[in-house]
Antibody
């Protein structure tokens, strides 16, 4: 049973870089057939797709965030990461890491989410 | 990219059927079969309910069904139950090699 768990600081200063990690347990992040995604939800708002990365390291990003986002995979630690630079209060949100079945729109396994607040 | 358009709220009585629409463009919903739907209860992570327009994952009740016509996808919940009260979101693959979510719909069971 694959499980995902987000980790990282709950508070980030404005203009700094937000860094989160998603630890994958119960399965290998290198397994063929899956992508690994980050999705966020601002307080009281809807879901926003940030991007995803394949097991081989090929990434796609939300065009509105692309200039500030990097998603990477560390197969040795069975985890993937999100970096979002130059953050503002608008980046305050719950951040979810999610598994995606390759070749489908099935975002099928979600982490519990982690709240990140951008504030000085 | 603009969010897909969903009604803010839909309500129904127990046992009734309701339909939630998700309207996009030919560059997203209308152009691909990659539309999925998620249920989110307060304070919880979203749950996959339908993927690739009409496919239901194992373990999801067959009361949930999906369809698409042109630039609009739809999620139908039949035999509405109290536990179905939640927020629902659609998402679609786009021509920008990205995904876009809908604005979300709050389902109330009267």
């Amino acid at each position: 049973q694959v499980q995902l768990q987000e980790s990282g600081p709950g508070l980030v200063m404005p203009s700094q870089t937000l860094s989160l990690t998603c630890i994958v347990s119960g399965g290998s992040i290198s397994s063929v057939g899956y992508y690994w995604s980050w999705i966020r939800q601002q307080p009281g708002k809807g879901l926003e797709w940030i991007g995803y990365i394949s097991y081989s390291g090929s990434a796609s990003y939300n065009p509105s965030l692309e200039s500030r986002v990097t998603i990477s995979v560390d197969t040795s630690k069975n985890q993937f990461s999100l970096k979002l630079s130059s953050v503002t209060a608008a980046d305050t949100a719950v951040y979810y890491c999610v598994r995606v079945r390759e070749g489908t729109s099935a975002y099928d396994i979600w982490g519990q989410g982690t709240m990140v607040t951008v504030s000085s | 990219q603009s969010a897909l358009t969903q009604p803010a709220s839909v309500s129904g009585s127990p046992g009734q059927s309701i339909t939630i629409s998700c309207t996009g463009t030919s560059s997203d919903v209308g152009g691909y079969k990659y539309v999925s739907w998620y249920q989110q209860h307060p304070g919880k992570a979203p749950k996959l309910m339908i993927y690739d327009v009409s496919n239901r994952p194992s373990g999801v009740s067959n009361r949930f069904s999906g369809s698409k016509s042109g630039n609009t996808a739809s999620l139908t919940i039949s035999g509405l139950q109290a536990e179905d009260e939640a927020d629902y979101y659609c998402t679609s693959y786009t021509s920008s090699n990205s995904y876009v979510f809908g604005s979300g719909t709050k389902v109330s069971v009267l």
